[in-house]
């Protein structure tokens, strides 16, 4: 097993079984006799706000955003060059082709859904959480502190993917926040990963504290990606991302991880639920990994090799290599990574390469390198294309590549010409249809 391996920190279902373990347990105690016919599956609101059930409560936010964060990443992964379609479903065609604007688009709908349930669901964890802290009888301050994370991860997963949301309570619909308030997502997360951190800290836990860093770095490094895009339609002049925020967040993530290389997945198995994003590219194939990076087999539809080369050593890059058959021979329970160590480092070498910095560029492109055990860059080839080349390997399946082909004025060779995403770049996903056909405020009727 190799250090990134050994280093490697997932969102388990821990404790509990998530909110299936608040039915099964609420149904044995309402069992009184063999002639109770309540319907087991009811778990009514005051069940769940039991302090007993405050793990099962966290461990079904984190079940939502993994559902979430399998949807989202699928459809941003297939807007970019990363995977090809390859099977019959007509809406990841379009959305592979470069055209995602259309609210009925089976894949944009379900993103919004899952998204809409996981910050929900995340939100009545810290609510909860928050509310047994306050009042002396929360089980396991774990829970708190993960609470916060769900629902800061689920909130990059809203403001990477969409250009308005809606943040509805239940049967109590909201107006959409409008692109221009799209922002306070990342805002909101940050505050979540401050309050992660701050229970982290209070209770010893170096772990939890160098989680909210890495994504603490990530939310205001995309808060000011997003700036860019506005207006969207165009190429941003200044495509490099340039926030002393970030850097700090990243660099105190570093610090604490001592240069170890280190990632943080969504972990699937069959004792909790599958990756959707997995199961849907390698059980139904209906998308696979491009042409753009690997050779498929015969029927066009697996990989059978990685052949996108580093391009100082002008070896198959062992990074993507070891991404891509990792995903591929994880099957439908292959992890899902959001964050990790190279993405602090990348994150660094970007803001010191927009201030002219070659000496700290150079340092946190070549500790990225050394992981894999590659040769130094020294010049070999423009800084900024070092950059490129170095997110496209080290972050792929992880949503990022999309947003760099609009920063960067790149295409993917799959889109076509009259797209959304060639005609408007910055282009995300729209607010889903079945919001669109029952909120009274995009309905007018309010």
Known sequence: MNAYQDQRVRGRFSRTGGVAAIVAAFAIAGCDGLL???????VLQQDIEEPAAASAVVNG???????????????????SDEFGWSGSHNHAQEINQGSWRDPAN?????????ASVARWMSDEAVELMEAFEAEGILPHWQDLADAHLYAAISRLLIGDGFEDFVFSDRIETAPPIGEESMPQVYDE????????????????DSERVRQAAAFQARALWSKELWAKFQPRGSQPADPLVNSAEAVAAAQEFLALSGGADWRYDFEFSAGSQSNSFASYALERREIAPSNVYVHHD???????SV?????????????????????????????????SAREMHLIVAEAALAQGDSDTFREHINAVRAFEGLSPYDGQIPELDMLKHT??????????????HYRFGTQSPFWLHNSSAVTRP?????????????NCFLLGTC
């Open 36 to 42: 109770d016919v309540d319907n087991p599956n009811n």
């Open 61 to 79: 936010a984190l079940a939502r955003t993994t559902i979430a964060a399998g949807q989202m990443v699928r459809w941003l992964t297939l807007a």
């Open 106 to 114: 089976s894949g944009v709908n379900d993103g919004f859904n899952t």
């Open 189 to 204: 997360a940050v505050t979540h990963l401050q309050r992660m951190r701050e229970v982290a800290q209070q209770q010893g």
């Open 298 to 304: 015969a029927s066009g539809r697996a990989v059978e």
């Open 307 to 339: 052949h996108f080369e580093d391009p100082i050593d002008g070896i198959v890059d062992p990074a993507l290599n070891r991404i891509i058959m990792e995903f591929v021979e994880g099957g439908q329970f292959a992890p899902q990574p959001m964050v």
């Open 391 to 404: 997110r496209k390997v080290n972050l792929y399946l992880m949503g990022r590549r999309l947003h760099d």
């Open 426 to 438: 910055g282009s995300l996903f729209p607010i889903g249809e079945e919001e669109r056909q029952s």
